[in-house]
Structures are given as structure tokens and as C-alpha cells.
């Protein structure tokens, strides 16, 4: 049995991961610190929920704890790891950037530090679509720089990509880094737009609508963004040997075995039309506060999946009507509405 190390286990993403790898005969080891950046309980239920496999172990800490990931690597030695543990949130990096240097930055030196002692088969670590900054050429593609980041948050995700190609290179960890493009589906995140919204809509508030709804986002279903990250685990790059050519899209450095993969459905959505959406799902209209764009955020983002594709077979596939329909169904049951 392959034993999978997942930080951020508890959270949105990671509980998702946790489940399809129990489901495909992993071994899973959960780290989370069921901090209270939003509602503990629904990290608890996540977790509840993995709890109830056998092959399932959490572990309550901070990533950030000192040699507390080496004990775990040294202890467990995991063949796979999957590193999606951190701060997340574009805007409170403008409220609380130390949490995010803590975190990200500092978490994941302690991630690198433990398999750079203790190797696993693939390292597989989060970054974001926010990492393209103020790129306007879309749709996004890996290859493209990405120099300019326009939050503290999107800042230390490329700091983490950076810092994770000079441990590929010096010790010949092979690296896949995913970068996410709005993910969403039930048990998301409170503080994302999806989530905000069906709240606000079922109770008759005022919804924000940002840079006064003239916004594209990729919206990406997250059960789709897991098929993509559970093939992506049994692709690991090949480092480049002498300068020789690999693989196209084996690896995109050419001198370590490492690579960034964009998940993203490839399909840029108006934000006013995934509005509509939720009002269609919801069955009810809602009341739109139109408000300026906000301090480092994006007016859009559109991936191109194609190098996810030639390395997996696999594009994400479900519409935003069917995953918006979906996360409301899970959101009335959840909460009662």
C-alpha cells in the first residue's frame, strides 16, 4: 500500500484529495491546523468525514512547526506528497501578510527540508493562478514570465515555486507545482465568491461585485481539479540529463526535474453571467452592491490546460452551471435552507 502525505488535509481541496486517494487504495496521512481563518466546524467535518477510513491518520499542526515535517517523513516515509497547506485569500494578504510568510514561505522550506532528507517518488505542491500578476496575455500558459504578482499572497505562492525549482535542481526532487484557477464545488471555502454569494442571495443581503462586475475568472469544478491532480501524481518530470531534450512537457526546467501545470476548465467566465448562474440555481434574484476592484486582485484569468493534457489525456470538463447547481444543492442541505 503507497502512503500519501497531505498537508492542508482538512481544508476545501485537501479533504477532496484525501478521499479520492482512500478511494484508490492510498495510505493518507493528514496534516492541518484547523486554524480559524473561517469556520473551524466545517474543517472538522471535512475531516470527520476521513476519519472514517481506516487507512486515514490526521495530525492537528502547523506546517510552519520546526522539524515537525521531518519526524512525519522520517516516521511515515511517504511515498507521494501532496503540499496544499497554507494561507490562502488575496485580500486578507493586504490584512495579515505575516501569516502568509509563515505559512507558505515558511511551511514549505520545512517541506523541502524533510524530503530533501527522506525523498518521496513525487513532490506535488499548490501555487495559484494569481501567480501570472499583471499578465494580460491570455489564455495563461505555463512557459509565459510571470514577474509581476499584484498581492503579497500570489508573491509568496511564486516565492514557493522558485524556491521549490532550486531544491528539484540540487537534489533531484521531482517537482510538479500546480497552479489553480478558482476552484469551486460543496464544501468550499466561505470566503470565496461562490460561497459569499449563495449566502447572501438565500438571505436577501447585498452581494459585492467587484470592479462593478466587468471580471472573467476560470472557474474550476473541484472534482475535476482532483482527476487532474490524482494522474498528475503518477507523472512525475525526468530531470534533463547534459542538456538533452525530454519529453515535451516532461519538464519545463532544463536543469531540474520540475514543472508548473496549469488546472484550469479553459474557459473564461463573465462574472456577471456566474452571477446569473447562482440566481438561476438559487431560484431567486440578487441585490448587487457595485463596487471599484479591489487592491491586488485581477480583472481576469483564463488557463490554458493543454500541457495538463498532454501529460494526463485529461481536461477538465464540467460547466459552470452544473457545478454551480451542485455546490447550492450541498449549501441548502449543509446549512438547513
Known sequence: ??????????????????????????????????????????????????????????????????????????????????????????????????????????????LLEAARAHPPEHLLLASTSSAFGANTEMPYRETDKADHQMSFYAATKKATENMSHSYAHLFGLPVTMFRFFTVYGPWGRPDMALFKFTKAILAGDLIDVYNYGDMKRDFTYVEDLVEAIRLLIDTPPVRPINGEAVPEGDSLSPVAPWRVVNIGNSDAVQLTDFIQTIEDATGRKAERNLMPMQAGDVPATWADANLLKSLTGYSPKTGVREGVTKFVEWYREYYGK
Open 1 to 110: 500500500m503507497r502512503t500519501a502525505l497531505v498537508t492542508g488535509s482538512a481544508g476545501f481541496i485537501g479533504s477532496f484529495v484525501c478521499e479520492r486517494l482512500l478511494r484508490d487504495g492510498f495510505r493518507v496521512i493528514g496534516l492541518d491546523a484547523m486554524t480559524d481563518y473561517y469556520e473551524v466546524s466545517l474543517k472538522q467535518r471535512r475531516q470527520a468525514r476521513l476519519l472514517q477510513s481506516e487507512h486515514f491518520q490526521a495530525i492537528e499542526d502547523y506546517v510552519e512547526t520546526p522539524d515537525l515535517l521531518m519526524e512525519i517523513f522520517a516516521r511515515e516515509k511517504p511515498d507521494v506528497v501532496i503540499h496544499l497547506a497554507a494561507q490562502a485569500g488575496v485580500r486578507y494578504s493586504i490584512e495579515n501578510p505575516r501569516s502568509y510568510l509563515e505559512s507558505n514561505i515558511v511551511g514549505t522550506f520545512e
